[in-house]
T-cell receptor
Framework: AQSVTQPDIHITVSEGASLELRCNYSYGATPYLFWYVQSPGQGLQLLLKYFSGDTLVQGIKGFEAEFKRSQSSFNLRKPSVHWSDAAEYFCAVGSSGGYQKVTFGTGTKLQVIP | EAGVAQSPRYKIIEKRQSVAFWCNPISGHATLYWYQQILGQGPKLLIQFQNNGVVDDSQLPKDRFSAERLKGVDSTLKIQPAKLEDSAVYLC?????????????FGPGTRLTVT
């Protein structure tokens, strides 16, 4: 069965500092990987996705993520965090082949301090 | 392009009562998903429809939860009777298709509190 681990429940960074959110997945084949962001009271918005090809993926709002097969990781990064980035971030893995089933991690809540 | 619509946004009921949630997906999207998101957890898939057929309902508590997607457009999720542990946000999402287009678009959710 596929699964996702986000080891950091809560992260605090200063505005302007760099950010890295960790994500490890478990899946038997080449996974489809996603990062979503959820602001308070809102639904989830897709930041970026990896299906194949270049392992460094660019997303919206200045985010990027790198797929590392050897480490089963898909960490999310941003070079300079803005106060508006405060939200909860979810990593997800999708099954390949047939109807896709997406499994979400438990999320990392990001706090940005001035 | 209009997004995924859900109603109501908030609902408070007592245990053993019934409740229903409505979802209108993005026009033309064949696949519709219902997720349950308990506080502090990631979304958990309850049921996935492809047009008006069920693709996956393996995690749907069928003794109390039911869902339908008539005419392959709108969908309704019902809980009867509700339990305290059903308190959660219920998210609806849709995608163009569930196989080749993997991006899911989420609605704002319905926050259910069972007292």
């Amino acid at each position: 069965a596929q699964s996702v681990t986000q080891p950091d429940i809560h992260i605090t960074v200063s505005e302007g500092a760099s950010l890295e959110l960790r994500c490890n997945y478990s899946y038997g084949a080449t996974p489809y990987l996603f990062w979503y962001v959820q602001s308070p009271g809102q639904g989830l918005q897709l930041l970026l996705k990896y299906f194949s090809g270049d392992t460094l993926v660019q997303g919206i709002k200045g985010f990027e993520a790198e797929f590392k097969r050897s480490q089963s990781s898909f960490n999310l990064r941003k070079p300079s965090v803005h106060w508006s980035d405060a939200a909860e971030y979810f990593c997800a893995v999708g099954s390949s082949g047939g109807y896709q089933k997406v499994t979400f991690g438990t999320g990392t809540k990001l706090q940005v301090i001035p | 392009e209009a997004g995924v619509a859900q109603s109501p946004r908030y609902k408070i009921i007592e245990k053993r009562q019934s409740v229903a949630f409505w979802c209108n997906p993005i026009s033309g999207h064949a696949t519709l998903y219902w997720y349950q998101q308990i506080l502090g957890q990631g979304p958990k898939l309850l049921i996935q429809f492809q047009n008006n057929g069920v693709v996956d309902d393996s995690q749907l508590p069928k003794d109390r939860f039911s869902a339908e997607r008539l005419k392959g457009v709108d969908s309704t999720l019902k809980i009867q009777p509700a339990k305290l542990e059903d308190s959660a946000v219920y998210l609806c999402a849709s995608s163009l298709d569930g196989v080749y287009d993997y991006e899911q678009y989420f609605g704002p959710g319905t926050r259910l509190t069972v007292t």
